[in-house]
């Protein structure tokens, strides 16, 4: 690894009797509505249960090299590379960071520049594909990415895109569909790769389609980085010719996103991300993901890891127990997803009850929902963000209580507050990380 050369100045220090050349005054006393909000946001995550699947908390140092000086500098290019002057830290600080995320995927090539999940997918069709070449993703109804091809994402508007979904039995990925599917539009690139799938995902297979047909193979594992990390979910290095990621998440770093791919595509997915789809890289972001690589290579993030998935079971186990629908049955990963047709309650209404009981999730889509998306009859949910703070199965055996009774009673406010109160008394004995309260 080439590490740029530290240089060194002497700089005039200004008197201390000197006046103050720039006011430069706190964000409270700068914009005080600004941090009124901040603050009522941290407030927010402290005293609620926090179970959207794609949500987290990350640490006071990840949030120290998010908010540092490093967003000050312009970076277009790479390391060695770049098309400003002044890049002696920058190099060293992408440098670093491409080395720490390539160590702990065992990936041979690391793009850390994508500013997030959708722009790093569209990095890989751009390094593939030309306009009008036929793809295949997981379709979103069944759980899949708007950027594997859907409709209304601009994936799904310059490329021939083509969706598989689940089986109607078990609501497990048919990848027979997807042989079929492949077989007849030979596709450029297989997406593997989900947003609402609880189960776990079988690249080997998805490769053994993908050779027969041709096509790249991409896997996409925003949801489930720090899963694989950890090594509680099969990883797809070695088998998918690109991998895409956010590096939020399970993984708990900053809003970012990152490509790992074989040696042989490097410069096709560099060029992809620049010059091909984006300018200066966040660099501050890039700070912030070399050391969310660090804390995920340290032990003790395998066993959050471990027990993200384990409190998803317990979790899953409870929910069954309440009455709940899952599909799918249950849980491999940090996901449930709870379908509430026999419940008789919509996705938007318990989720909004729910979340005025301190309990935050999303309403989402359920495979072959009736219901239109944006009042589905499902609530998707996550134990990421609950494991950051240290909760364990006797915590979910009460939030499956909780949720039962809230869905039970939406419109009951006093339920609702009395559920509130009990939420955030047991909050207070689990301090969420990189929050002073």
């Known amino acids: 690894m080439r590490l740029a050369r530290e240089e060194t100045h002497d700089y005039p220090v200004r008197p201390m009797s000197s006046p103050p050349v720039l ?38 140092a990840v949030l120290e090299a998010t908010g540092s000086v490093l967003t000050n500098k312009y970076s277009e290019g790479y390391p060695g590379r770049r098309y400003y002057e002044g890049q002696q830290i920058i190099d060293q600080v992408e440098e670093l960071a491409c080395a720490r995320v390539k160590a702990l995927f065992g990936a041979e090539h690391v793009n850390v520049q994508p500013y997030s999940g959708s722009p790093a997918n569209l990095a890989v069709y751009l390094a593939f594909c030309q306009a009008g070449d036929p793809v295949l993703g997981l379709a979103l109804p069944a759980g899949g990415h708007l950027t594997h091809g859907w409709n209304v994402s601009i994936t799904g508007k310059y490329f021939k895109s083509f969706g598989y979904g689940v089986r109607p039995t078990d609501h497990r990925i048919d990848l027979d569909e997807v042989r079929r599917l492949a077989r007849e539009h030979r596709p450029k690139i297989i997406w593997c790769g989900t947003t609402a799938y609880p189960r776990v995902l079988e690249f080997d297979k998805f490769r053994e389609i993908a050779d027969e047909v041709g096509a790249k193979l991409c896997a996409d594992i925003s949801h489930i980085a720090g899963l694989v990390v950890g090594g509680v979910h099969p990883s797809p290095i070695g088998i998918a010719d690109v991998v895409t990621t956010t590096t939020h998440k399970t993984l708990r770093g900053p809003r970012g996103g990152m490509i790992l ?90 989720a909004r009850a729910l979340d005025r009981a301190g309990i935050v999730c999303n309403y989402n889509s359920v495979p072959f929902d009736k219901r239109k998306p944006f009042d589905p009859s499902g609530i998707r949910l996550g134990t990421p963000a609950i494991s950051s703070r240290g909760m364990g199965t006797d915590e979910m055996r009460r939030l499956a209580k909780w949720m039962s009774q809230v869905v039970s009673a939406p419109d009951d406010e006093a339920l609702g507050a009395r559920v509130a109160a009990e939420v955030r008394e047991l909050c207070q004995n689990f301090p969420p990380p990189g929050i002073v309260i």
């Open 261 to 350: 791919c074989r040696a042989e595509y490097a410069k096709d997915i560099d060029r992809a991300v620049f010059p091909g789809l984006q300018g200066g890289p966040h660099n501050h972001t890039t700070a912030a993901i070399a050391v969310a690589a660090k804390e995920a290579s340290e032990p003790e993030f395998k066993r959050y890891a471990e027990r993200v998935v384990e409190n998803a079971r317990v979790l899953a186990e409870c929910l069954l127990a309440e009455g709940f629908s899952l599909v799918t049955g249950g849980t491999d990963n940090h996901l449930i997803l709870i379908d509430l047709t026999n419940r008789n309650v919509p996705g938007k209404v318990a």
């Open 23 to 60: 006011r430069d005054p706190p964000l409270a006393t700068r914009d005080p509505e600004i941090a009124r909000l901040v603050r009522e946001e941290e407030l927010r995550e402290a005293h609620k249960l926090r179970l959207i699947p794609s949500e987290n908390y990350v640490s006071r």
